[in-house]
């Protein structure tokens, strides 16, 4: 079942997860407000221990707040289902409300948040359904054995056909017809695996592009093996679904079309959303 379509959006919603970034979070925003076509910075404290919510909406931020740690994509779907309601509240009635583009920017970027800008342009211009950003190497020394990446690169070009460069990438810019397409959200570290399986299995344009993006890169100590053991067990959850679903379906899908590195397939279980990982707004460690 294909999403509806939806005109091509005019405007852009950042939308900023995030939990426990006080050192970083009024950097990004008021980076993400720089962005050319974004009309609404948005951050979703997702159960923070500090002040993260506070100094967002000091940088400017408009900031919605889980009072308990809920997951990122839990706090993904919060932050674009708040968009949505703003987008109905805004339009006349009887008039369809005109849906923005929906921006996805981690927490932690820092300054260079504003260089996920180029996600939003083939979406603003109707070339592309989803983008996903393809980040350098970091700065910052650490990053883990490639497991979960492997897992995550290996179940989407099976069930999707799409060769993702950097599956786990979160920085991610969609149209209303995308996100529709990937709701709801896979659990925890899954979010990313599976949208991309349901983007593309919806038979959506993605497109990956190249980003000068910098975050915090997880270590190699104890406290980061158990979060890489959580994103693989997420990506594992999240391939598992879907291998489940293409079965009940006749046959595991063999892609889309897309642009620059791909395309789209939709649902996600709706029980997948609602579990939690550990530190799990920390994109790095892949």
């Known amino acids: 079942m294909s999403a509806q379509p939806h005109p091509s959006p005019e405007a852009v919603a950042a939308i900023i997860p995030a939990m426990n970034e006080s050192q970083r979070i009024a950097a990004t925003v008021t ?130 056909g799409f060769d993702a460069t950097q599956p786990l990438s979160g920085m991610r810019c969609l149209s209303r017809e995308a996100f529709d397409a990937a709701l709801p959200f896979a659990a925890g570290w899954g979010v990313e695996a599976a949208m991309t399986i349901d983007v593309v299995g919806a038979g959506l344009r993605v497109e990956e592009v190249e980003c000068d993006l910098h975050h915090r890169v997880t270590g190699r100590d104890l406290k980061a093996q158990l979060h890489r053991a959580a994103q693989y067990r997420d990506v594992a959850r999240a391939l598992f679904v879907r291998r489940l679903r293409a079965k009940r379906k006749g046959g595991v899908p063999a892609g889309g079309s897309g642009s620059a590195g791909g395309a789209g397939s939709a649902d996600s279980g709706s029980s997948e959303s609602t579990q939690n990982s550990s530190d799990p707004h920390k994109e790095s460690g892949k």
């Open 31 to 160: 980076a993400a407000k720089r962005i050319p076509g974004v009309d609404m910075v948005l951050v979703v404290d997702d159960g923070s221990a500090d002040d993260t919510g506070t100094r967002a909406r000091r940088a400017g931020a408009e900031v919605i707040t889980h009072p308990k740690n809920k997951g990122k994509a839990a706090a993904m779907m919060t932050g674009a289902f708040a968009v949505r309601n703003r987008e109905i509240s805004d339009a006349d009635p009887g008039v369809d409300p005109h849906h923005r583009a929906l921006l996805f920017i981690d927490g932690d970027l820092e300054d260079s948040a504003i260089n996920t800008a180029p996600l939003a342009e083939p979406v603003l211009a109707g070339r592309a359904d989803m983008t996903i950003a393809i980040l350098p190497a970091q700065k910052r020394k650490g990053g883990g054995f490639g497991f979960v990446v492997g897992l995550a690169k290996k179940g989407i070009a099976e069930l999707s």
